[in-house]
C-alpha cells in the first residue's frame, strides 16, 4: 500500500507536469493503481486527507474507472446467470452494460490489455446457440451495437467518433457475421417455436443494427430517406458475395411468420442501398441480379405483403433498387428482370386498388420507383420497351386508385390523405413524372373520371354522401391534372400536349366558375377548403408553367380556354377567392402567396393590371373580411403580404397615372385618421374599447410595413413617407407619434411592439437607393429623428419592465431587442445618413438610439440568445457595422459595454465570420490609436467626431480580456476543424502585438508548447521564433 506523500506526489504529477516522460511514468502508476486490490483504499486515502485539488481530480477519475470495470463485469455475469428475467429488467440492464463498455472501449492496462473489449469475445461465442443464454448474448450485442452508433455519452464529439470508428474496424464485421450464421440456421430448421423465433427475431434486429451502423462517421438525416448510400468497408465485400446474404434474407420471407418479415425485408433495403463502388463490374451485376431475382420470387408469392409492415418495406426496397442502379445495369440483368417488371406492373395495379389498406407513405415509396423509371426513359440508351408500356398502366391505376380511394374515405371513416398537403405535393411530383410519359393516356383517363364525378356532383336528387365523395374524387383530379401540368416544362412536348392541357384546363375553370356560385349562397365546409387548396395548387402550376416572362403564348391551349371568355394569359389571371376565403388562414395564406409569385415579373404585372378584378382590387382593397376586420392575429398577419403584392402593381401603375397614389392610400388614410382622433383624446379606455383600437394599430402596421417593402422607386418612396408625416390632414398627428402612443400603452403586448419595430426596421430599409435624395433634401435626418425617438421611447421603458414567466420570455422580452438592432443596421448600412455631422450642431438622436441599443445588448448577455439564430444574426451584425461607422462612439462608450462586445464576441459560435470581423475592427481601431503620432488627434478632430480613450480604461480593469481571445482563437486555428481560417486569422495579428509587450503572447506559446510532448517541444519552440 502506497502512502500519502507517494500519491500527492503522483497527482500533482498528473495533473501539472510538463515532462512528457515523468507524465507517462506517471499514468503508468496510476493504471497499476487501479488495476491493484488496493485501489479503493488508495482512492478514500486521497480524498480524507490528500493535497487539493490534484488528489480529489485524481481519486474520481480512478474511482469512475473502478466502479465501471467492476459494475461492467458483475452486469454480464448478472445477466448471464439470470436469462429468464422479465424484459423490462433485461432490457434496461443490458444498456447499462454497453454504455460502460463505451466509456471503456480504449482504455487498457499496463500490459496493454482491454479490458472491456475482452467480454465481447465471450458474448459472440454465448449468442451462437439458441438457449436462453445465447438469447442474452444477442440482446446484449444488440445493445452494444446501438450504443456506439448513438452520439451521447461524451462531452467530445471527436472522442466518440473514436471509439465507434474503434468498434466499427474490429468489432462489427464478427457481429454481423454471428448474426447471419444465426439466421442461416432458420430454412434449415424442422420448427419454429416461439423461443427459437423470438431467438431468430434478435438476430434479425441485430443485422439490421449492423448495417443501419454510421460507417463514415457522419450522421445521416433520416428524413431524406432515399437519398442515403450505406458506406460499407471494403472488408465486408467478400463476406456479401460469398455468404450470399441477399439470397439469405429472401429466403427467410418463405419461412418466417409474416409478423417479423418487415424485419428481414429492413435489412434488405440497407443492403440494396450500399455503394456501388464496394463491388466491381463482375460483382455488383451479381449482387443486383441477387435482389431481381429475391424480388420476383416474392412478387411470385405475394400473400405476405397483404400485411402493411411488410409491404411497407418491400417499398422500399423497390425504391432504393432504383434510386441506386441505373436502368441500363437493371437490363443487364435479361428475362429475370424482364419477368420482374411484369410481376410489378401487376402488383402495383393491385396494390393501388387496395390502397386505403396501407399508408400513404408506402403508397410514396412504391410510385418513386416508378417515378424514376419513367424519368430515365428519356436517356436510358437500352431496349426501355416493356418500361414505356407499363408506365401507362401504372399511372391509370394510380388514378382510379384516388378515385376508390375517396370513396373509402366517405363510407369507410379511414384517415383522409388530403389532409396532409405536404404529403400530396410530394406525391404529385412523382406522378408529374409518371403522367407525362403518356400524356394522351393520362388525360384521357383523368378527363373520364372528372366527367363522371362532376356530373354526380351537379345532378339532382343525389345524397350527401354522394355528393361528398364527388367532391372528394374532383379534389384528387384537379391535383392531379395540375401536377401533370407541372410536367409541361420537359423535354419533348409539342402542340399536342398544349392541346392535352387546354382540355384539364378548361374542365377547371369550368368548375371553379360553377363552385364561386354556390359560395355565394352558402357557407363553405371543410370540403370546400380542400378543393379550394386544389383549385390554387392548379393556378400555381400554370402560373410556373404558362405565365412567365420566358413563357410564349400558347395558342391551342388558349382555344380550348375560348368558350370560357378567356382568350390569353391576361384572362387567366383573375384570382376571385379573396371574397370567401378572408377568415381562412391557410387558404388565405396560399391566395396571397400566388399572387406574390403573379407579381414577381414586371410582365406578369402588365398582365395583372389589364384584369377588371385587379383594377377593382386597387381601388377597393380595405373591402375584404381579413383587411376589414381586425379579429384574429394570426390572420392579420398575411396583410403585410397582401399589401407588398399590391404596392409592387402599384409602382407600375403609378408610372402612367402618378396622382393615383392618393387614390390607393385613401383607405388606410381614413384608417390612419381614426387611430390618431382616438390618442388625441387622451383617454382610450373611456372613447373606445381598448382592444379593437389595439388590433387595429396591429393590422395598420403590418399594411405600412407591406407598402413599405415593396415601394422601391424613389419618388414614390418619397411620396409614401410625406404621407406618414402628414397623411392629408396636418391637424392630425404623424405616424411616428401614433407608435411612440402605441408603445407607452402596450410596451408589455409583443404582438403590438414587433409590427412597429418592424415597420421601423423596413422604414429605413435602403432598398434600390430610394432614400438617397439629392442635397437639398433633409428628409433622411427627419425620418432617422422621428425613429430615434420611437427606439428610445421603447428600450428605456422595455428596461424597467418586470420579468415574465419563461414561456413568454423570448417574445415579450429578447425578441424585439434584435429588432432594435436590425434597425440601426440597416441605417448605418444604408449609407446615405450624414450622421458624422450631429456633433457639430448638438443633435443626439445617434447616440441617444446607440446608447438605448447597447443597454438592451447588455441586458442581453444575461440570457442565452445563440440559440436564437435570427436574434443572434441580428445582433452581430449590429455590433459588426457600429464598430465599423461609430468608433468615436466606441471610443467613448461605458467600460462596461465596450468589455461586454469582447464577451459577445468570445462566446459566438454561430456566426464565427462577424465576429472575427468586429474583433478586427476593434483592434485595428485600438493599435491605431496607440501608434498614432503626436499632433495627428487634433488634425482628425477637424473633419469628424472627437474620440475618447475610455476603451483604456476599459482594457485596465480587464486585462485578461485580450489574452483570452488570442487564446482562443489560437486553440481553434490549430486545435480543431475551423472552416473559416481565413476569417479568424485577420484579427490575429492585431491581437498578438497588443499582447507582446505585456508579455502574454510568450506565455501563451509557452504554455502551447508544454501541451505537446517531449519529443515535439524542441522543433516547434524553433518553428515559432520569429512569429
Given at each position: 500500500?502506497?502512502?500519502?506523500?507517494?500519491?500527492?506526489?503522483?497527482?500533482?504529477?498528473?495533473?501539472?507536469?510538463?515532462?512528457?516522460?515523468d507524465?507517462?511514468?506517471?499514468?503508468?502508476?496510476?493504471?497499476?493503481?487501479?488495476?491493484?486490490?488496493?485501489?479503493?483504499?488508495?482512492?478514500?486515502?486521497?480524498?480524507?486527507?490528500g493535497?487539493?485539488?490534484?488528489?480529489?481530480?485524481?481519486?474520481?477519475?480512478?474511482?469512475?474507472?473502478?466502479?465501471?470495470?467492476?459494475?461492467?463485469?458483475?452486469?454480464?455475469?448478472?445477466?448471464?446467470?439470470?436469462?429468464?428475467?422479465?424484459?423490462?429488467i433485461?432490457?434496461?440492464?443490458?444498456?447499462?452494460?454497453?454504455?460502460?463498455?463505451?466509456?471503456?472501449?480504449?482504455?487498457?492496462?499496463?500490459?496493454?490489455?482491454?479490458?472491456?473489449?475482452?467480454?465481447?469475445?465471450?458474448?459472440?461465442?454465448?449468442?451462437?446457440?439458441?438457449?436462453?443464454?445465447?438469447?442474452?448474448?444477442?440482446?446484449?450485442?444488440?445493445?452494444?451495437?446501438?450504443?456506439?452508433?448513438?452520439?451521447?455519452?461524451?462531452?467530445?464529439?471527436?472522442?466518440?467518433?473514436?471509439?465507434?470508428?474503434?468498434?466499427?474496424?474490429?468489432?462489427?464485421?464478427?457481429?454481423?457475421?454471428?448474426?447471419?450464421?444465426?439466421?442461416?440456421?432458420?430454412?434449415?430448421?424442422?420448427?419454429?417455436?416461439?423461443?427459437?423465433?423470438?431467438?431468430?427475431?434478435?438476430?434479425?434486429?441485430?443485422?439490421?443494427?449492423?448495417t443501419?451502423?454510421?460507417?463514415?462517421?457522419?450522421?445521416?438525416?433520416?428524413?431524406?430517406?432515399?437519398?442515403?448510400?450505406?458506406?460499407?468497408?471494403?472488408?465486408?465485400?467478400?463476406?456479401?458475395?460469398?455468404?450470399?446474404?441477399?439470397?439469405?434474407?429472401?429466403?427467410?420471407?418463405?419461412?418466417?411468420?409474416?409478423?417479423?418479415?418487415?424485419?428481414?425485408?429492413?435489412?434488405?433495403?440497407?443492403l440494396?442501398?450500399i455503394?456501388?463502388?464496394?463491388?466491381?463490374?463482375?460483382?455488383?451485376?451479381?449482387?443486383l441480379d441477387?435482389?431481381?431475382?429475391?424480388?420476383?420470387?416474392?412478387?411470385?408469392?405475394p400473400?405476405?405483403?397483404?400485411?402493411?409492415?411488410?409491404?411497407?418495406?418491400?417499398?422500399?426496397?423497390?425504391?432504393?433498387?432504383?434510386?441506386?442502379?441505373?436502368?441500363?445495369?437493371?437490363?443487364?440483368?435479361?428475362?429475370?428482370?424482364?419477368?420482374?417488371?411484369e410481376?410489378?406492373?401487376?402488383?402495383?395495379?393491385?396494390?393501388?386498388?387496395?390502397?386505403?389498406?396501407?399508408?400513404?407513405?408506402?403508397?410514396?415509396?412504391?410510385?418513386?420507383?416508378?417515378?424514376?423509371?419513367?424519368?430515365?426513359?428519356?436517356?436510358?440508351?437500352?431496349?426501355?420497351?416493356?418500361?414505356s408500356?407499363?408506365?401507362?398502366?401504372?399511372?391509370?391505376?394510380?388514378?382510379?386508385?384516388?378515385?376508390?380511394?375517396?370513396?373509402?374515405?366517405?363510407?369507410?371513416?379511414?384517415?383522409?390523405?388530403?389532409?396532409?398537403?405536404?404529403?400530396?405535393?410530394?406525391?404529385?411530383?412523382?406522378?408529374?413524372?409518371?403522367?407525362r410519359?403518356?400524356?394522351?393516356?393520362?388525360?384521357?383517363e383523368?378527363v373520364?373520371?372528372?366527367?363522371?364525378?362532376?356530373?354526380?356532383?351537379?345532378?339532382?336528387?343525389?345524397?350527401?354522401?354522394?355528393?361528398?365523395?364527388?367532391?372528394?374524387?374532383?379534389?384528387?383530379?384537379?391535383?392531379?391534372?395540375?401536377?401533370?401540368?407541372?410536367?409541361?416544362?420537359?423535354?419533348?412536348?409539342?402542340?399536342?400536349?398544349?392541346?392535352?392541357?387546354?382540355?384539364?384546363?378548361?374542365?377547371?375553370?369550368?368548375?371553379?366558375?360553377?363552385?364561386?356560385?354556390?359560395?355565394?349562397?352558402?357557407?363553405?365546409?371543410?370540403?370546400?377548403?380542400?378543393?379550394?387548396?386544389?383549385?390554387?395548387?392548379?393556378?400555381?402550376?400554370?402560373?410556373?408553367?404558362?405565365?412567365?416572362?420566358?413563357?410564349?403564348?400558347?395558342?391551342?391551349?388558349?382555344?380550348?380556354?375560348?368558350?370560357?371568355?378567356?382568350?390569353?394569359?391576361?384572362?387567366?389571371?383573375?384570382?376571385?377567392?379573396?371574397?370567401?376565403w378572408?377568415?381562412?388562414?391557410?387558404?388565405?395564406?396560399?391566395?396571397?402567396?400566388?399572387?406574390?409569385?403573379?407579381?414577381?415579373?414586371?410582365?406578369?404585372?402588365?398582365?395583372?393590371?389589364?384584369?377588371?378584378?385587379?383594377?377593382?382590387?386597387?381601388?377597393?382593397?380595405?373591402?375584404?373580411?381579413?383587411?376589414?376586420?381586425?379579429?384574429?392575429?394570426?390572420?392579420?398577419?398575411?396583410?403585410t403580404?397582401?399589401?407588398?403584392?399590391?404596392?409592387?402593381?402599384?409602382?407600375?401603375?403609378?408610372?402612367?397615372?402618378?396622382?393615383?397614389?392618393?387614390?390607393?392610400?385613401?383607405?388606410?388614410?381614413?384608417?390612419?385618421?381614426?387611430?390618431?382622433?382616438?390618442?388625441?383624446?387622451?383617454?382610450?379606455?373611456?372613447?373606445?374599447?381598448?382592444?379593437?383600437?389595439?388590433?387595429?394599430?396591429?393590422?395598420?402596421?403590418?399594411?405600412?410595413?407591406?407598402?413599405?417593402?415593396?415601394?422601391?422607386r424613389k419618388?414614390?418612396?418619397?411620396?409614401?413617407?410625406?404621407?406618414?408625416?402628414?397623411?392629408?390632414?396636418?391637424?392630425?398627428?404623424?405616424?411616428?407619434?401614433?407608435?411612440?402612443?402605441s408603445?407607452?400603452?402596450?410596451?408589455?403586448?409583443?404582438?403590438?411592439?414587433?409590427?412597429?419595430?418592424?415597420?421601423?426596421?423596413?422604414?429605413?430599409?435602403?432598398?434600390?437607393?430610394?432614400?438617397?435624395?439629392?442635397?437639398?433634401?433633409?428628409?433622411?435626418?427627419?425620418?432617422?429623428?422621428?425613429?430615434?425617438?420611437?427606439?428610445?421611447?421603447?428600450?428605456?421603458?422595455?428596461?424597467?419592465?418586470?420579468?415574465?414567466?419563461?414561456?413568454?420570455?423570448?417574445?415579450?422580452?429578447?425578441?424585439?431587442?434584435?429588432?432594435?438592432?436590425?434597425?440601426?443596421?440597416?441605417?448605418?448600412?444604408?449609407?446615405?445618413?450624414?450622421?458624422?455631422?450631429?456633433?457639430?450642431?448638438?443633435?443626439?438622436?445617434m447616440?441617444?438610439?446607440?446608447?438605448?441599443?447597447?443597454?438592451?445588448?447588455?441586458?442581453?448577455?444575461?440570457?442565452?440568445?445563440?440559440?436564437?439564430?435570427?436574434?443572434t444574426?441580428?445582433?452581430?451584425?449590429?455590433?459588426?457595422?457600429?464598430?465599423?461607422?461609430?468608433?468615436?462612439?466606441?471610443?467613448?462608450?461605458?467600460?462596461?459595454?465596450?468589455?461586454?462586445?469582447?464577451?459577445?464576441?468570445?462566446?459566438?459560435?454561430?456566426?464565427?465570420?462577424?465576429?472575427?470581423?468586429?474583433?478586427?475592427?476593434?483592434?485595428?481601431?485600438?493599435?491605431?490609436?496607440?501608434?498614432?503620432?503626436?499632433?495627428?488627434?487634433?488634425?482628425?478632430?477637424?473633419?469628424?467626431?472627437?474620440?475618447?480613450?475610455?476603451?483604456r480604461?476599459?482594457?485596465?480593469?480587464?486585462?485578461?480580456?485580450?489574452?483570452?481571445?488570442?487564446?482562443?482563437?489560437?486553440?481553434?486555428?490549430?486545435?480543431?476543424?475551423?472552416?473559416?481560417?481565413?476569417?479568424?486569422?485577420?484579427?490575429?495579428?492585431?491581437?498578438?502585438?497588443?499582447?507582446?509587450?505585456?508579455?502574454?503572447?510568450?506565455?501563451?506559446?509557452?504554455?502551447?508548447?508544454?501541451?505537446?510532448?517531449?519529443?515535439?517541444?524542441?522543433?516547434?519552440?524553433?518553428?515559432?521564433?520569429?512569429?
Open positions: 500500500m502506497y502512502d500519502i506523500d507517494f500519491l500527492n506526489r503522483l497527482s500533482r504529477t498528473l495533473c501539472e507536469a510538463v515532462n512528457e516522460q507524465r507517462r511514468v506517471a499514468e503508468e502508476t496510476l493504471s497499476k493503481l487501479i488495476d491493484s486490490n488496493q485501489c479503493l483504499q488508495h482512492c478514500l486515502l486521497l480524498l480524507e486527507s493535497e487539493q485539488p490534484y488528489a480529489q481530480v485524481v481519486a474520481s477519475g480512478a474511482l469512475k474507472r473502478l466502479l465501471n470495470k467492476k459494475v461492467s463485469r458483475y452486469l454480464l455475469k448478472y445477466l448471464v446467470d439470470r436469462p429468464s428475467l422479465p424484459l423490462y433485461q432490457n434496461p440492464l443490458c444498456k447499462l452494460y454497453a454504455y460502460l463498455t463505451k466509456i471503456g472501449l480504449l482504455e487498457k492496462d499496463q500490459t496493454g490489455t482491454f479490458h472491456f473489449q475482452m467480454p465481447i469475445d465471450q458474448i459472440l461465442t454465448l449468442a451462437k446457440e439458441p438457449t436462453a443464454e445465447g438469447t442474452i448474448g444477442l440482446k446484449l450485442l444488440n445493445s452494444l451495437v446501438e450504443e456506439m452508433n448513438l452520439e451521447e455519452g461524451f462531452e467530445s464529439v471527436s472522442k466518440q467518433r473514436k471509439i465507434s470508428g474503434s468498434f466499427r474496424d474490429t468489432r462489427l464485421l464478427d457481429i454481423f457475421i454471428v448474426s447471419l450464421d444465426i439466421l442461416k440456421q432458420a430454412p434449415e430448421a424442422k420448427t419454429l417455436n416461439d423461443s427459437m423465433l423470438s431467438y431468430i427475431t434478435l438476430a434479425l434486429d441485430l443485422s439490421f443494427a449492423c443501419n451502423y454510421d460507417f463514415s462517421g457522419i450522421v445521416n438525416d433520416e428524413t431524406l430517406d432515399e437519398g442515403n448510400n450505406v458506406q460499407i468497408p471494403t472488408k465486408w465485400r467478400p463476406v456479401l458475395v460469398e455468404k450470399q446474404v441477399v439470397t439469405m434474407f429472401f429466403d427467410l420471407y418463405f419461412v418466417l411468420p409474416e409478423q417479423i418479415i418487415s424485419k428481414a425485408f429492413l435489412t434488405l433495403v440497407q440494396v442501398s455503394r456501388r463502388l464496394l463491388f466491381d463490374g463482375v460483382d455488383r451485376l451479381k449482387f441477387s435482389f431481381i431475382c429475391g424480388l420476383k420470387r416474392v412478387l411470385e408469392s400473400q405476405k405483403l397483404s400485411y402493411p409492415d411488410n409491404f411497407h418495406q418491400f417499398c422500399r426496397i423497390l425504391s432504393r433498387l432504383k434510386a441506386n442502379y441505373q436502368v441500363s445495369e437493371l437490363v443487364k440483368c435479361g428475362d429475370q428482370f424482364n419477368n420482374l417488371l410481376l410489378l406492373t401487376i402488383f402495383t395495379q393491385q396494390s393501388l386498388q387496395m390502397s386505403h389498406l396501407f399508408t400513404q407513405s408506402s403508397i410514396f415509396y412504391l410510385m418513386s420507383f416508378w417515378s424514376r423509371m419513367a424519368g430515365s426513359l428519356t436517356y436510358a440508351r437500352v431496349d426501355v420497351d416493356l418500361i408500356a407499363a408506365i401507362p398502366k401504372v399511372c391509370s391505376a394510380f388514378i382510379r386508385s384516388r378515385v376508390l380511394l375517396s370513396e373509402n374515405v366517405v363510407r369507410g371513416n379511414i384517415e383522409d390523405p388530403l389532409e396532409d398537403l405536404g404529403s400530396v405535393k410530394q406525391l404529385m411530383e412523382l406522378f408529374t413524372v409518371i403522367s410519359s403518356d400524356y394522351k393516356t393520362s388525360v384521357e383523368l373520364r373520371n372528372f366527367e363522371e364525378s362532376l356530373g354526380v356532383l351537379f345532378r339532382q336528387g343525389v345524397s350527401n354522401q354522394d355528393q361528398l365523395i364527388a367532391r372528394k374524387q374532383l379534389i384528387w383530379l384537379i391535383t392531379m391534372m395540375a401536377a401533370g401540368l407541372n410536367g409541361k416544362g420537359s423535354a419533348g412536348y409539342g402542340d399536342d400536349e398544349d392541346v392535352y392541357d387546354g382540355e384539364v384546363v378548361f374542365r377547371v375553370w369550368k368548375t371553379m366558375q360553377m363552385t364561386d356560385q354556390r359560395l355565394e349562397s352558402q357557407q363553405p365546409g371543410a370540403v370546400d377548403i380542400q378543393l379550394e387548396f386544389a383549385y390554387i395548387y392548379l393556378m400555381d402550376e400554370f402560373r410556373r408553367t404558362c405565365i412567365t416572362d420566358q413563357a410564349v403564348r400558347e395558342s391551342k391551349l388558349y382555344e380550348k380556354l375560348a368558350p370560357l371568355g378567356i382568350n390569353d394569359e391576361v384572362g387567366v389571371l383573375r384570382i376571385t377567392n379573396l371574397k370567401f378572408g377568415k381562412d388562414e391557410r387558404i388565405l395564406n396560399s391566395t396571397l402567396a400566388l399572387l406574390n409569385d403573379l407579381t414577381a415579373g414586371y410582365s406578369n404585372i402588365r398582365r395583372l393590371l389589364k384584369t377588371q378584378e385587379i383594377q377593382l382590387l386597387l381601388r377597393n382593397h380595405a373591402v375584404f373580411d381579413f383587411v376589414a376586420t381586425n379579429e384574429d392575429i394570426s390572420i392579420m398577419r398575411s396583410r403580404n397582401f399589401y407588398s403584392s399590391l404596392m409592387r402593381l402599384v409602382n407600375i401603375e403609378l408610372e402612367e397615372e402618378p396622382a393615383f397614389f392618393d387614390e390607393f392610400m385613401a383607405p388606410i388614410t381614413v384608417k390612419f385618421k381614426e387611430i390618431s382622433a382616438i390618442f388625441q383624446n387622451g383617454n382610450i379606455s373611456s372613447s373606445v374599447n381598448e382592444t379593437q383600437i389595439r388590433m387595429a394599430v396591429i393590422g395598420f402596421m403590418r399594411d405600412l410595413r407591406g407598402i413599405s417593402a415593396s415601394c422601391t419618388q414614390f418612396y418619397l411620396n409614401f413617407l410625406l404621407w406618414c408625416f402628414s397623411n392629408g390632414d396636418s391637424n392630425v398627428s404623424n405616424l411616428f407619434s401614433v407608435m411612440q402612443e408603445i407607452k400603452l402596450w410596451i408589455d403586448n409583443a404582438d403590438v411592439v414587433t409590427p412597429i419595430l418592424k415597420l421601423l426596421a423596413e422604414l429605413v430599409m435602403n432598398r434600390q437607393s430610394r432614400l438617397q435624395y439629392d442635397m437639398q433634401s433633409c428628409m433622411a435626418v427627419v425620418l432617422f429623428r422621428n425613429i430615434a425617438k420611437v427606439i428610445c421611447e421603447y428600450g428605456t421603458r422595455l428596461l424597467s419592465l418586470p420579468p415574465v414567466p419563461k414561456e413568454h420570455h423570448y417574445k415579450q422580452r429578447i425578441k424585439n431587442t434584435g429588432v432594435c438592432c436590425q434597425i440601426i443596421k440597416n441605417v448605418l448600412a444604408g449609407n446615405y445618413l450624414p450622421f458624422g455631422v450631429f456633433y457639430i450642431y448638438g443633435d443626439t438622436c447616440t441617444d438610439t446607440l446608447d438605448i441599443t447597447f443597454k438592451l445588448f447588455y441586458k442581453l448577455q444575461e440570457e442565452n440568445f445563440l440559440v436564437y439564430p435570427k436574434l444574426q441580428a445582433v452581430y451584425g449590429f455590433l459588426d457595422i457600429v464598430t465599423k461607422d461609430c468608433t468615436a462612439y466606441i471610443s467613448k462608450m461605458e467600460e462596461i459595454y465596450f468589455i461586454a462586445i469582447f464577451r459577445a464576441i468570445h462566446r459566438d459560435t454561430t456566426a464565427i465570420s462577424t465576429s472575427c470581423s468586429i474583433l478586427d475592427q476593434v483592434i485595428t481601431y485600438v493599435f491605431e490609436q496607440l501608434t498614432q503620432q503626436p499632433g495627428t488627434t487634433s488634425m482628425i478632430q477637424l473633419y469628424r467626431e472627437p474620440e475618447g480613450d475610455r476603451w480604461t476599459a482594457f485596465e480593469k480587464q486585462p485578461n480580456v485580450l489574452y483570452e481571445m488570442l487564446v482562443s482563437i489560437l486553440s481553434q486555428i490549430l486545435f480543431e476543424e475551423v472552416k473559416c481560417q481565413w476569417s479568424m486569422s485577420r484579427p490575429l495579428l492585431g491581437l498578438i502585438i497588443l499582447t507582446r509587450e505585456s508579455g502574454r503572447f510568450d506565455e501563451c506559446k509557452r504554455e502551447f508548447l508544454r501541451q505537446q510532448p517531449e519529443n515535439y517541444q524542441m522543433e516547434l519552440d524553433k518553428v515559432k521564433e520569429g512569429i
